[in-house]
C-alpha cells in the first residue's frame, strides 16, 4: 500500500510540476528567440519541450535550456529575464526529477513487497493443504467432523497457477 500510496503522489506532484516548468520554458524561449540574434548558439540549444515528450526527454531538454541560459546570463538578463529565473527553473527542474525517482522508487516497493506477499502467501497455502489431507485423514470415520472441517476449510481458494490447471480432453 505505501509503494501506491508514494506512486500516486509522486504521480500527481509530477505532472503538477511538469506544467509549471512548461509554462516557465516558455519565458525562457521567449527571451532566448531575440538574443539569438547576438549570439547565434543560444537558439541551438534552447528547444521548446514538446507535450508529448517523454518524462526523461522533457527533464533533459530543460537541463540542457538552463545549462545554456546559464551561459548566456547576461544577455538574456539584458533582454528582461530576472536575475533568479534560472535558478528558480533550475530548483523546480530538482522537484521533477525527485518526483520521478519517488515514482520509481514506489513503483519498485510495490513490486518487492507483491512479490514477497505471493510469496508468503504460497507458503501458507502449502499449509493448509498439508493440514487439510491430516484432518480428512484424521476426521475420515466421524462424519460429522469431517464434514465440519469440510465446511471451516472451504474459503475463497486463489486460483492455482496456469501450470497447475488441467486441461480438458479433446
Excluded at 509554462?23 to 540574434?37: F, N, S, V, Y
Excluded at 539584458?78 to 519517488?102: C, H, I, K, S, W
Excluded at 485423514?137 to 471451516?152: H, Q, T, V
Amino acid at each position: 500500500m505505501a509503494g501506491r500510496l508514494a506512486v500516486n503522489g509522486a504521480v500527481a506532484n509530477k505532472e503538477q510540476l511538469r506544467q509549471e516548468i512548461h509554462k516557465t520554458m516558455a519565458l525562457l524561449l521567449g527571451l532566448a528567440e531575440p538574443a539569438a540574434r547576438e549570439d547565434r548558439q543560444l537558439s541551438l540549444a534552447i528547444i521548446r519541450p514538446e507535450v508529448n515528450d517523454s518524462h526523461q526527454a522533457f527533464l533533459t531538454r530543460c537541463r540542457v535550456a538552463v545549462a545554456t541560459g546559464t551561459t548566456h546570463k547576461d544577455l538574456l538578463i539584458r533582454y528582461g529575464m530576472p536575475e533568479t529565473f534560472l535558478d528558480e527553473l533550475g530548483v523546480a527542474l530538482d522537484r521533477f526529477e525527485q518526483a520521478l525517482n519517488q515514482k520509481h522508487s514506489g513503483r519498485a516497493a510495490h513490486v518487492g513487497a507483491r512479490a514477497g506477499l505471493d510469496a508468503v502467501t504460497s507458503e501458507v497455502m502449502l499449509i493448509v493443504r498439508q493440514l487439510d489431507a491430516l484432518n480428512r485423514f484424521r476426521f475420515r470415520s466421524d462424519a460429522e467432523s469431517l464434514a465440519g472441517w469440510k465446511s471451516a476449510r472451504d474459503i475463497a481458494w486463489p486460483a492455482p497457477p496456469v501450470e497447475e490447471v488441467e486441461k480438458p480432453a479433446a
